[in-house]
């Protein structure tokens, strides 16, 4: 019935039994409702004698059909079996409906200050579970023959000797070198097009080149130099104040791009992941990187430079911060075949430069989330909000490994893309563990970023002393350690001030194993830190 007949007065018998119908379906609704299994008596009287109930339920009873309790019985015979069968089903993993790990989700999500208050009372960190996992004895990833590795990319293992060359620090090679005069080099190197720095380096080195090249039986060679180190990670741990405090030393010539993310992401064609396959970075765009410490490496071997014996123990490296941890394009490339990828970064740079010095850069990883946190996270940022993230993410990779292993959970893309907040890269000893895999102790320097702050003079000679190199000038040595700290906290930032006590509380019972573990391995309770 419409509006327009209410109101013209039309229809009014149709009215009438429109409103009798609304009234009775009223009335209907305020009835109780009545189940299968309610057998009260609608005509007894409320205020009847307790002991006539017996006799109205056999009355009531009497009046189901023998179709009801067959269909009753059935139904609850069906029931049965199902909760049978799912127990049956169950094994230590749970239940047999559990969510595989690439669909992980929370159960429950707070939010507001409900959640902060929530969380204070209730910690969703089983840390008696992950103590127990790290506790373990920790099964060393079984390492791939080299064969396997090479074969992955014949490619890099062709342009890259077996050998270097002798009496130079670097290692450095000769290449054959057959382009034309004329000819730009650096025309289709790929970081020319995505730093204009390094094009503008490379503008320099090309106007020179030919001055370089060393010449042989007829022939042109240029010299080729791969990093003698690597300051592989971890993000917001002062890997960036270290690189440009390193330059200052005179036998340190860095590649002018501090993080080309090469080993890890644009030799398999990715920048940012979220972007998708790009363009393979060929691995000569990456050498490319490091022709300014060759052309000097060249100087010292020619003669032609005044410091010939230092040119010869100039080295050079790189710091690209996701080196330590990132492996994801194995499973955008193989993801219907690994669920833990089945080569590692640190794979492909021990087998072409089995000698390679590594240095890593740590800190209290709860505080390196919130760094992390605040320096990616673009809008809407808050203490309220990092605290939501973190509760998620922590209940996320505590359901992957309640069925998966640690490291399938550490290394697990699906999940780091589901987490809100990175919290696997505090996990320090995984990453680590994997890299002793392949490096020998005495290969690794690991640090502090709190070390590194407190004292730096002391720290940085850490670091040059492990890199054996000459010792500074006082000149140089004033100017290192009165250069201003890099890449340090926006004030932005700094204006939403800590984290929430509820937070750094569930972080720091989440990171604790791992942690005890990472401590002594390195024999060193600072790396606790339980004075953070």
């Known amino acids: 019935m419409s509006l327009s007949d209410c109101k013209n007065g039309s229809n009014t018998p149709r009215l009438h039994n429109h409103l009798r119908s609304l009234h009775i379906a009223e009335n209907y609704a305020k009835r109780p409702v009545r189940t299968f299994l309610d057998f009260r008596d609608t005509n007894v009287a409320k205020n009847l004698d307790i002991k006539h109930v017996p006799m109205l339920f056999l009355k009531n009873l009497q009046r189901i059909s023998k179709i009801k309790v067959v269909s009753f019985l059935l139904g609850l015979t069906l029931t049965f079996f199902i909760m049978v069968s799912y127990v049956l089903m169950w094994d230590k993993k749970g239940p047999l409906f559990t969510p595989s790990p690439y669909q992980l989700r929370p159960a429950a999500i707070l939010t507001g200050t409900t959640a902060t208050r929530a969380s204070s009372k209730k910690n969703p960190v ?13 099964t060393p990833r079984k390492v791939p023959d080299e064969k396997d590795v090479i074969a992955t ?3 890099l293992f062709s342009v890259i000797p077996r050998r270097f060359l002798p009496g130079i620090k670097s290692p450095c090679w000769y290449e054959e070198f057959s382009s034309k005069p004329g000819n730009d080099l650096y025309r289709k190197n790929l970081f020319t097009l995505r730093s204009k720095s390094f094009k503008t ?6 106007a020179n080149f030919h001055k370089h090249l060393y010449h042989k039986d007829g022939k042109d060679f240029r010299l080729r130099c791969l990093p003698y180190f690597y300051i592989i ?8 104040d270290l690189f440009h405090r390193m330059l200052l030393h005179p036998e340190v010539k860095f590649n002018i791009m501090k993080e080309p993310h090469w ?3 644009k030799r398999f064609g990715y920048i940012r992941f979220k972007d998708g396959f790009q363009e393979s970075f060929r691995v000569e765009d990456y050498l490319d990187l490091f022709d300014l410490a060759a052309h000097s490496i060249q100087e010292g071997i020619t003669g032609n430079s005044s410091g010939h014996h230092r040119a010869l123990q100039l080295i050079t490296g790189e710091a690209s911060a996701s080196t330590m941890w990132d492996n994801q394009a194995w499973s955008y490339l193989h993801a219907d075949k690994e669920t833990e990828p089945p080569f590692l970064a640190q794979d492909f740079i021990h087998a072409v430069q089995p000698d ?23 809008a809407n940022k808050s203490a309220e909000d990092f605290h939501q993230k973190v509760i998620e993410s922590v209940q996320l990779f505590q359901s992957c490994v309640s069925e998966w292993s ?3 959970c550490t290394y697990n893309t699906s999940l780091f893309n589901d987490m809100p907040v990175r919290l696997n890269l505090g996990m320090y000893i995984v990453f680590l563990l994997d890299w002793l895999s392949v490096f020998s102790k005495e290969q690794i320097l690991v640090l502090r970023l709190e070390d590194y702050a407190a004292n730096l003079k002391e720290t940085i000679q850490k670091v040059f002393d492990f890199l054996s190199v000459g010792p500074l000038s006082q000149q140089v040595e004033a100017a290192l350690t ?11 930032d700094r204006s939403l001030g800590p984290m929430l006590p509820a937070t750094r509380n569930i972080l720091r019972n989440f990171h604790q194993p791992f942690n005890r573990k990472l401590a002594s391995l390195l024999d060193n309770k600072a790396f606790l830190w339980n004075n953070s």
């Open 126 to 138: 089983n840390v008696k579970v992950l103590a127990k996992l790290i506790k373990q004895e920790y």
């Open 263 to 265: 080993w890890t992401r």
């Open 482 to 492: 009165k250069q201003p700290m890099s890449n340090t906290r926006r004030e932005e």
């Open 233 to 240: 990670g971890q993000p917001k741990c002062g890997t960036t």
């Open 406 to 408: 640690l490291r399938s």
């Open 201 to 206: 380096v490379c503008d320099r080195l090309r």
């Open 153 to 155: 990319d014949s490619h």
């Open 356 to 378: 390679a010095k590594i240095i890593i850069m740590l800190r209290d990883p709860v505080e390196r989330l919130y760094s992390d946190y605040l320096y990616f996270k673009m």
